[in-house]
């Protein structure tokens, strides 16, 4: 990631995928972007990740990209692995957009990209996206503008 005095948008950061290997998201630059945390145990997990899957085969080819971050975070719903989260969502919901690396999004060991997408709009989305819901983010193509959804019901 860039530093911080630098980061201006979701595209300079550096994020790593479920395997391990470091993603540069500036590869997703004139896409619209959706950022979501996932977790597989939720009241909410068939719900969101029929829809993801669904809005990803409609829209994928008008530059259309989500990127899912697994967080456990939100009453521990999302124990697995990597390994175990990238073949639950890509068997069982015939995932196909890129699942990332396990993260935080709230507190002191958030990661960079979510505590960014919580800064933005002068801190306007930081106490919206505290609780214990989870949030997703859309990016406008190459626009700083950003929307924060909650909970993920498109």
Known sequence: MAAASSVTSVHDFTVKDASGKDVDLSTYKGKVLLIVNVASQCGLTNSNYTELAQ???KYKDQG?????????????QEPGTNEEIVQFACTRFKAEYPIFDK????GNN????YKFLKSSKGGLFQAASSGTFPSSWLTRRDVLWIAMLQPLHL
């Open 55 to 57: 809005l990803y085969e």
């Open 103 to 106: 993260v935080d999004v709230n």
């Open 110 to 113: 958030a990661a960079p990209i």
């Open 64 to 76: 259309f990209e989500i990127l899912a971050f697994p967080c456990n975070q939100f009453g521990g």
